[in-house]
C-alpha cells in the first residue's frame, strides 16, 4: 500500500527566503505526482504536476522535481511572501484510475 | 465559468440521519472523486467513479454510498452507519475516465463541512 510522507509537518521562514518542502512515497510505480496548496477551510489549488517520466516541472517562483526510483520529490519555492502561508500537500496517482494518495501535508508560515 | 461547485458549504446533523452531500462539475471530465479530511491530516479517498454508472470503493468507503447517474454529477451519502462522519468533505474531477486518454490531474471544489452532534 503506497504511503506519503511530507517532511517537515510545519515551517516558518521570514519573507524572502527560498525554501524546500519534502515529499516522500514508499511504491515507485506511481503514474504522477501533484503538488496542492489549501487556505484554510478551502480546497485544493493545483499547483504543479509531474507526470512519472518527467524530472521537474516550473511554474514562475515554484519548481517540483521527481525522483522516481528514490520515492522523493522536492517543491521549491523561490523569494517567499506572506501569501505564500498556506498547507501545502503532494498526492502520488497510481496507475489505476488516477487513484491518489496524500500525504498529511506541510504548514509554511512567511513572516513579514 | 468552468468548475467543481459542491453544497452547503456548511452542513449540520443529528446523529442516526443520513445527508447528501452535493458535488457538480461542468469541466466534461470523465472521473470524479470524494475525499475525507480530518484537522491536521491529508484527504483520504472514499469513493471514485472513472465513467457513468460506474464507480468503485476507495480506502475508506465504510459507512458511505454515491451514485453517478450523469457525468456531470456524484452526490455521496453519509449514512447513518458512518460511525464518525463530522470531517471536511473534498470533491474532486479529472479528465481521464475508463478507457479514455488525458490527464490524472485532479481539480478540487471548495468543500463541504459536516458536523454531527
Known amino acids: 500500500k503506497q504511503e506519503v510522507t511530507q517532511i517537515p509537518a510545519a515551517l516558518s521562514v521570514p519573507e524572502g527566503e527560498n525554501l524546500v518542502l519534502n515529499c516522500s512515497f514508499t511504491?515507485?510505480?506511481?503514474?504522477?505526482l501533484q503538488w496542492f496548496r489549501q487556505d484554510p477551510g478551502k480546497g485544493l489549488t493545483s499547483l504543479l504536476l509531474?507526470?512519472?517520466?518527467?524530472r521537474e516541472q516550473t511554474s514562475g517562483r515554484l519548481n517540483a522535481s521527481l525522483d522516481k526510483s528514490s520515492g522523493r520529490s522536492t517543491l521549491y519555492i523561490a523569494a517567499s511572501q506572506p501569501g505564500d502561508s498556506a498547507t501545502y500537500l503532494c498526492?502520488?496517482?497510481?496507475?489505476?484510475?488516477?487513484?491518489?494518495?496524500f500525504g498529511d501535508g506541510t504548514t509554511l508560515t512567511v513572516k513579514p | 465559468d468552468g468548475g467543481i461547485t459542491q453544497s452547503p458549504k456548511y452542513l449540520f446533523r443529528k446523529e442516526g440521519q443520513n445527508v447528501t452531500l452535493s458535488c457538480e462539475q461542468n469541466?466534461?471530465?470523465?472521473?470524479m472523486y470524494w475525499y475525507r479530511q480530518d484537522p491536521g491530516q491529508g484527504l483520504r479517498l472514499i469513493y471514485y467513479?472513472?465513467?457513468?454508472?460506474?464507480?468503485q470503493k476507495g480506502d475508506i468507503a465504510e459507512g458511505y454510498s454515491v451514485s453517478r447517474e450523469k457525468k456531470e454529477s456524484f452526490p455521496l451519502t453519509v449514512t447513518s452507519a458512518q460511525k464518525n462522519p463530522t470531517a471536511f468533505y473534498l470533491c474532486?474531477?479529472?479528465?481521464?475516465?475508463?478507457?479514455?486518454?488525458?490527464?490524472?490531474?485532479?481539480?478540487f471544489g471548495p468543500g463541504t463541512r459536516l458536523t454531527v452532534t
Open positions: 474532486a474531477s479529472s479528465m481521464r475516465g475508463a478507457g479514455t486518454s488525458g490527464s490524472y490531474e485532479q481539480y
Open positions: 511504491d515507485s510505480a506511481i503514474y504522477n
Open positions: 509531474i507526470q512519472s517520466s518527467q
Open positions: 498526492a502520488v496517482s497510481d496507475t489505476n484510475a488516477g487513484k491518489s494518495t
Open positions: 469541466l466534461n471530465h470523465d472521473a
Open positions: 467513479s472513472q465513467i457513468v454508472n460506474d464507480f
